[in-house]
């Protein structure tokens, strides 16, 4: 699903467009693991889902790397159990010397006309590779620039990524139970409620949304018998949208391994770390997807003069889609405070004239039959005329009602 933000939107790392071509290269993939805040590259699809079930979350595919060229090593530190990527055999020969580093037998190739860029973080011990200029850019004081370091013969584009971002044959995990709320759980922003979805036709979603007016993430559930990941298609699926910017190809998509069932009613949290852009998925109480989205981090967002709006939202995939999103005991925090004695102003925005809202700030469904667009575009080509959006002001009022506005 594509996203356009000047009324605001969601979605997990950037990904870039490319020209059309045959794709013969090798696919590499990223995860993340919150416990050593460390990204993983690896061609290798047994290690992708084989990872995912010891601590690491599948955040798709980053780029594509060439069949040959110049070997990239991939080494391990015995010392902070992170991961190096390089393509200069003498760092690699320094770095092995001393014993604190070892080669992984994982490695693939550099080679075409993408640059990777690599930074590193001294606080956190941890090398971060990039494809994104303005990633890069932002994340430079906080993050050591260590310049291009490896190349990509492309990039997928936002099209093609929500089709391949996730190998298929996975194991669909049974939904958790937890205790993590936003009372108990460290965050500068959250978003959290009881959320359940029904309608009718092609597609239709519920999402708790953190948006600025160029960047976005969104935690949800969805229903879409076009899910970019077969896995998903024509059930109730929970799933992350990683929105970098409004540019083409910056938008990512991701799943859980965990499926619900539409009617039902889910506890759903999403929450951000604006030192970091680290943000964190929760279902019914339990941490089931992190990533990271640098266009969320304070810094960036001063740099751009904005500030990050809290959203729940509903959405249908075409022309003739019913939905109907409820959204009940929403909490929020902002700036690190949870006060549930805070009365939020709000402003729906009716991207689509068969949506409307009823209800309150903290008891609300969004609901209706898409209608106006016709049947040559979908919520891909024109994501902004198809959904509803309840958008949290944080303005307190001195007599506050419980109405929207």
Do not use: C
Not at 54 to 63: D, H, S, T, Y
């Amino acid at each position: 699903m594509k996203w356009k933000l000047t009324l605001g939107a969601i979605a997990v790392f950037s990904l870039l467009a490319v020209s059309e071509q045959t794709f013969a290269d090798s696919s590499i993939y990223r995860l993340y693991n919150p416990t050593l805040k460390e990204h993983l590259f690896t061609s290798d699809t047994n290690e992708y889902d084989v990872l995912s079930s010891k601590g690491w979350n599948q955040e798709g595919l980053a780029w594509y790397a060439p069949d040959n060229g110049q070997q990239v090593t991939r080494l391990y530190s015995k010392i902070t159990h992170k991961h190096l990527y390089t393509t200069d055999q003498n760092e690699v020969s320094v770095l092995t010397r001393s014993g604190a580093w070892v080669q992984d037998a994982m490695s693939f190739y550099s080679g075409g006309d993408t640059p990777i860029y690599r930074l590193y973080h001294e606080g956190i011990k941890t090398h971060l590779l990039t494809a994104d200029t303005n990633e890069y850019q932002t994340l430079a004081g906080a993050w050591n620039q260590e310049g291009v370091k490896l190349y990509a013969t492309a990039l997928p584009d936002s099209d093609r990524s929500s089709s391949i971002a996730q190998p298929t044959s996975k194991v669909i995990k049974t939904l958790p139970v937890g205790e993590q709320g936003i009372e108990n759980t460290p965050s500068t922003d959250t978003i959290e409620a009881d959320v359940s979805l029904t309608g009718s036709g092609t597609g239709y979603h519920a999402k708790l949304v953190m948006a600025t007016a160029t960047s976005a993430i969104s935690f949800g559930i969805q229903y879409d018998t076009g899910a970019g990941d077969p896995d998903f298609r024509n059930q109730l699926a929970f799933m992350v949208e990683n929105v970098a910017s409004n540019a083409s190809g910056q938008q990512a998509y991701s799943w859980t391994n965990h499926v619900g069932e539409l009617g039902q009613t889910y506890h759903i949290m999403l929450t951000l770390d604006e030192a970091t852009g680290n943000y964190a998925g929760y279902i019914n109480g339990s941490q089931v997807i992190t990533g990271n989205n640098a266009m969320l981090t304070s810094q960036a967002i001063a740099a751009r003069g904005e500030k990050i709006y809290l959203r729940t939202e509903g959405s249908g995939r075409k022309e003739g889609d019913n939905i109907s999103a409820s959204f009940s005991n929403v909490k929020l925090k902002t700036n690190g405070v949870y006060d549930p004695n805070i009365a939020w102003t709000t402003h729906f925005y009716q991207e689509n004239p068969g949506v409307s809202i009823s209800g309150d700030v903290t008891n609300h469904t969004i609901s209706g039959i898409m209608t106006g667009m016709g049947t040559h575009v979908d919520w891909d080509s024109a994501y902004e005329s198809f959904s509803g959006i309840l958008q949290y002001d944080n303005v307190v009022q001195e007599n506050p009602t419980s109405q929207t506005n």
